[in-house]
Structure formats: C-alpha cells, structure tokens
C-alpha cells in the first residue's frame, strides 16, 4: 500500500512538472529577460546612427613564404617568378664538374599548377632570364624588385613550352644549367642567383604553381640530362628548388564610397566606428562586425581563402596593428560577419578605439580582390555594421 501511494505521488508531481519545460517562455521568464530588470541593451550601428569611416591603403608585404609561386597578368596585375634549384650531387659527379667532364644534354623545368586568376582559357606566355644581382626569398618584395639593385639578363633562357592541365614544362638552356652544377661544386667558378620567370604582354591570365616544398611530389623541379665525356651513356638528375618569391606589381583602386581588400599585391582596408553611445559601465555580451560584398567588383581566383581577417589596429597614424590578435569574418550570404566582443571589449575597458584593418583571410596564396561598400556607400543599410549586446551595471 505504502508502495502504491509513493509511486502515485511521484506521478502527480511529475505532471504538474511537464508545463514548466516548454518552449515558451513563462511570465517568470520573460520579467528575467526583461532588459528593464537585467540592463541588457543592443546598439547597432546603422539603427544608432553611429559615426562610421572607412578607406583602403596598399601596403608592400614578403611573400616567400607563401604556398604557390604565382606568375602571369591579369586585372591589372603582373605576377613574376623567381627560383635558385640545386642539385644533390654524389663525389663523383662533382669531381667530373670539376673537371669539366660532365656535359648537360638537355634540361626541363617542371612546374604543377594548381591555382588560376581570370579567365581559365586566356592566353598565356612567358619568358625566362638568368638573374645576375643576388636576393634572399624571405625579404625580396615587389619594392626589391622594382629597385635598380635588382637585374637580370634580357636573353629568354626557354624554349619548348608547353602547358597541360597538371603539368607546366619547358626547356632552358643546358649551359645555365651547367653552371648552377658549377657553383655547387666550387662557388669560385660559376654564380647562380637563380631563374626570373615573367609573363609576356599578350598574357591574360595568372596562374599559380605549387611552391617550394620537401615532401611532396609535385613541387618545381628541374631535370637534367647528363653524359661523361668520352661514353655514350646518359642519366637524368633532378635539381629541386633551394630558393623561390613570387611578387605583385600593380594595384587595383575602388571609388571612395568602397573599400579594397586584396591579396598579394597587398591592399588593406581600414574601418572605424564611434562607441561613444556605449556607456562605460557597458560589459560587452556579444559584438558582431558584418561588411557587404560589392560581388559584381569582386574577383576570385580558383580554390582561394574565402574569408577576411580584422585586426586590431594600435596606431591609427601609422596604421600599425596587433598582428597576434585578430578575428576572422566569414561569408554569409551577401555580407562577411565576424566575432569582434574581444576588439569592443579593449576598446571600451582601455578608452583606446582606434578602429580595424581588414586584410584577404590569405594574404600570401592568391590575388583576390574583396571589394567591399564602406561608410559612406549611398544605400545605408549595405554599411559596415556593428551589432553590440551589452549589460549595464547597476
């Protein structure tokens, strides 16, 4: 019986239990979400008419370290090459150099595209020259390149190009060749600053090749044909790269209601809004930063980064920014949204908002081109915006 009545018991309070998980919310719910009662306020940039900037800038970056070497013309732009190969060579192979023994049959550079800019089927040429000044892959920049330090001989070094849709090959001239081998053996008898590889005027397009990399298959190779003085036998050798830059000439300019950000070359966009409406006793919930895509402007590459990168800017003169801390804002429908609460935070507990910087969310691997509507865009509502949830401290 004492059984009976518990489990009855326990089945009553159950049922009343049940209403209280509902979706909707009860009216003891909704007084908590009251923002009256907790403080908890939303400002939106375009609804608060908040004071908004916004302009783009260019600034020269290192691309050696990026994960394909580009080449080609294209919207503007001109991307040219830059290689040093090296051979491993056995002792015995290095004492026939030495002794000039070694003659250099033929010799193919191989390159493996994997990434195109424009129009897939335009024209594309280009032309290969010794490079005479030396250069270092991790500080050369389209600065270095334009500077008058820089030279190369104007002798094309190529010939038998050809192009397949995995495979980018040509021939280049065996006594260059010979002289790389030369150099590895005994720097005193040959230089090599390597090959500059740049497109010609007819060019209409730039493609990207797979970059410097030791543990893959498929990255620029060159391979050399080799005889012994005196036999006839002959043998292939493989030269991988020692040293390879890509850089960017040009740059792209958008009318000033609009905001450039592109790889590559580099340009930069700068953004700022007012939070003087915030209140400092304000603790920050949830901050959103969203920015509309100009897609008609826009152009993108094959297999890109599609996705910008904010950063906190620290100097709002020399456009300086925190490089250790950023937000990335990815694509969601017509516009680019990012988590920006740890930016709003800084800026209203340290009293220093000296707005953003946007960047490409890859600066190095492409030239894509972001062109984005900034604050003084005619229509109002495609702004930047600024969707900030905080609570008042009572």
């Not at 190369?152 to 060749?177: E, Q």
Request: some cysteine.
């Amino acid at each position: 019986m004492y059984k009976r009545i518990l489990i009855l018991i326990v089945v009553l309070f159950s049922f009343f239990l049940l209403p209280s998980c509902s979706d909707t919310p009860t009216d003891l719910g909704s007084d908590l979400l009251n923002p009256d009662l907790i403080g908890v306020v939303s400002f939106d940039s375009q609804k608060d008419s908040a004071f908004q900037s916004s302009y783009s800038f260019k600034r020269v970056i290192k691309l050696g370290g990026a994960s394909r070497i580009l080449i080609g013309k294209a919207d503007n732009l001109t991307a040219h090459a830059l290689f040093i190969f090296t051979f491993n060579l056995s002792d015995s192979l290095k004492q026939l150099v030495r002794n000039d023994s070694l003659n250099i049959l033929s010799a193919k550079v191989e390159l493996t595209p994997d990434y195109v800019f424009g129009d897939s089927n335009a024209t594309f040429d280009y032309t290969v020259h010794k490079i005479n000044s030396e250069w270092v892959s991790a500080s050369f920049t389209a600065d270095s390149f334009l500077s008058t330090k820089f030279s190369y001989d104007p002798n094309d070094l190529s010939s038998n190009r050809t192009a397949t849709d995995s495979l980018y090959y040509f021939s280049i001239d065996p006594n260059t060749v010979k002289n790389w081998m030369k150099n590895q053996v005994d720097t005193s008898l040959a230089k090599n600053n390597g090959i500059l590889i740049s497109p010609t005027a007819t060019t209409n397009k730039i493609v990207g090749f797979v970059a410097f990399n030791p543990e893959i298959s498929n990255d620029t190779k060159v391979k050399a044909v080799i005889q012994k003085t005196g036999t006839t036998r002959q043998d292939t050798i493989t030269a991988f790269v020692l040293s390879d830059v890509h850089v960017i000439i040009g740059e792209n300019i958008v009318s000033p209601e609009k905001m450039i950000v592109q790889a590559g070359v580099v340009s930069n966009s700068y953004l700022y809004f007012d939070l003087s409406k915030i209140p400092d006793k304000a603790v920050i919930n949830y901050a959103k930063l969203s920015v509309e895509l100009d897609s008609v402007e826009s152009k993108f590459g094959s297999g890109y980064t599609n996705s910008l990168t904010a950063f906190l800017v620290t100097n709002s003169d020399s456009l300086k920014v925190d490089e250790t801390t950023s937000e990335s804002l990815f694509k969601n429908g017509k516009r680019y949204e990012g988590n920006l609460s740890a930016f709003v935070r800084y800026w209203l507990n340290q009293k220093d908002n000296q707005g953003i910087v946007i960047r490409a969310g890859n600066e190095l691997a492409g030239v894509e081109k972001f062109v984005l509507k900034g604050s003084t865009y005619p229509v109002y509502e495609e702004r930047p915006k600024l969707e900030i949830v905080y609570t008042v401290r009572k």
